[in-house]
């Protein structure tokens, strides 16, 4: 199992550039999460999918930002125009969700660091 | 979900048991403890979770007590590997949020 993978592992852009990050889950998993970490903030929700579905997206900064997932094996965070304050490392998790606990172990990729100059 | 409050830092001597502490006073009856780790530049780790009962794998033991109001996370003989963060998380469905965790220094 390849786990989750995400690209590209490290992004260098200037503001006003469009970044796309790509994370393909693990396959079979059934739900699909955007984390950003900065020293400031932490370890933030983004958004998540289950089944593709977007389910909770109370967590997207503004409307720069925007996440898709065409199907299960894809999914893609973009942000446009970028700016510095997006400067973060992005992860991408998938799951397998329980449906009797209403749960499901995150297996986490190894993110994309992004730098926004 | 539930708040939970951790220390901010911990050490531990290598080959000793550590001892993460976390309180979950406002828990309710269908949201589970879930434990993970983040060892630097890294993404998160999963450990373990419980409910009511206490539970054990290969990497920890989780003690949740009988008010389900706090938990321990016992890694039982901690190498330099185990240094990290620890993050606490109550979970009802599956949105995790993360808060600052403990951060566990393993001394030699």
């Known amino acids: 199992d390849a786990g989750v993978i995400q690209s590209p592992r490290h992004e260098v852009t200037e503001m006003g550039q469009e970044v796309t990050l790509r994370c393909k889950p693990i396959s079979g998993h059934n739900s699909l999460f955007w984390y950003r970490q900065t020293m400031m903030r932490g370890l933030e929700l983004l958004i998540y999918?289950?089944?593709?579905?977007?389910?909770?997206d109370s967590g997207m900064p503004e409307d720069r930002f925007s996440a898709k997932m065409p199907n299960a094996s894809f999914s893609t965070l973009k942000i446009q125009p970028s700016e510095p304050r997006d400067s973060a490392v992005y992860f991408c998790?998938?799951?397998?969700?329980?449906?009797?606990?209403?749960?499901?172990?995150?297996?986490f990729g190894e993110g994309s660091r992004l730098t926004v100059l | 979900d539930a708040k939970t409050t951790q220390p901010t830092s911990m050490d531990c001597a290598e080959g000793r048991a550590a001892n993460l502490p976390c309180n979950h006073s406002?828990?309710?009856?269908?949201?589970?403890v879930y434990w993970y780790r983040q060892i630097h530049s890294q993404g998160p780790q999963y450990i373990i979770h419980g409910l009511k009962n206490n539970e054990t794998n290969e990497m920890a033991s989780l003690i949740i007590t009988e008010d389900r109001k706090s938990s321990t996370l016992i890694l039982p003989h901690a190498t330099l590997r185990d240094t990290a963060v620890y993050y606490c998380i109550v979970v009802q469905n599956e949105k995790l949020t993360f808060g600052t965790g403990t951060r566990l220094t393993i001394i030699p």
């Open positions: 406002t828990i309710s009856g269908n949201e589970y």
């Open positions: 998790a998938s799951s397998l969700r329980d449906p009797r606990a209403n749960t499901g172990e995150l297996f």
């Open positions: 999918f289950n089944n593709n579905v977007p389910i909770d």
